[in-house]
């Protein structure tokens, strides 16, 4: 028996989406959550799906591979999208077992996936990941690049990939100034996208994860990617 309570943890984190979209005068089912059950056992992932929870974000395809086989086979459906960033070997079992990429970081994947993909006959949802964050490496790194690939998807190149939005990580501090701006930055760049490739479907906006989510919403998200509030603290050495 795990001390984590997911069901009560899952009440109070979309009680606090809610509360979040109502005072920055959103909607209240405006925002998605992702729960992120990395480092988090299957029956983890079973309790909150008990509790409603179907879409669930991993960062390791191996991992991901077997804890969601095993969900599967206590008779469960979870939606589940990869949210790390990929190495090149492992972006075939990705498209696999995945309905979307959130951490595409480079022309490399898309080209790769499509590759795949055309094979195995199916789309695949992605998101673009935009470093913003002094802290991490994670992201395309240039938006001339991110641009690129939009450019590409929108001349046909890569048909069997959906750009549905962008992802970010804001960096871990508690000075809040510089986490609006990574969410700010990554909004200003989805509105650009919009015109400058209005046939492509880029709204999502996955930003906020435990620490930051309530400024994500204020600042326009409309996916979290709560892990730790949910799963409790992940156990690194198991
Ligand atoms: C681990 C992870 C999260 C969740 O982080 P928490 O702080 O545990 O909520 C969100 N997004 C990405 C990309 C992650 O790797």
């Known amino acids: 028996m795990s001390l984590v309570n997911i069901a009560e943890n899952l009440e109070r984190v979309r009680e606090e989406i809610r ?25 983890d992932v079973v ?28 008779g469960f459906t979870p939606d589940l999208h990869i949210i790390g960033n990929l190495q090149t070997n492992k972006i075939k079992k990705a498209c696999e077992i995945a309905s979307c990429i959130q951490s595409v970081d480079r022309e490399d994947v898309l080209r790769e996936a499509e590759k795949h993909l055309a094979r195995m006959n199916r789309c695949l949802e992605v998101y673009f990941e935009l470093h913003t964050a002094e802290d991490s490496k994670s992201g395309y790194g240039s938006e001339d690049d991110l641009l690129r690939s939009c450019e590409n998807i929108a001349s046909g190149l890569y048909p069997h990939i959906v750009p549905k939005g962008l992802m970010t990580m804001a960096p871990f501090t508690d000075d809040e100034r510089l986490v609006r701006s990574s969410f ?50 992940r156990n690194y050495s198991r």
């Open 184 to 233: 700010q930055k990554t909004r200003i760049l989805r509105d650009r996208l919009n015109r400058e490739f209005p046939n492509l479907p880029i709204q999502v906006l996955s930003m906020g994860m435990s620490g930051d989510y309530k400024i994500a919403i204020e600042e326009g998200s409309t996916m979290v990617r709560v892990g730790t509030a949910i799963f409790g603290e």
């Open 47 to 74: 309790e909150a799906m008990k509790s409603g929870q179907v879409l669930f974000g991993e960062n390791r395809v191996q991992e991901a591979c077997e804890k969601f086989t095993q969900v599967e086979a206590m």
């Open 19 to 43: 509360n979040a979209c109502i005072s920055s005068g959103r909607k209240e089912n405006e925002v998605l959550l992702c729960a992120v059950s990395k480092f988090h056992p299957a029956e």
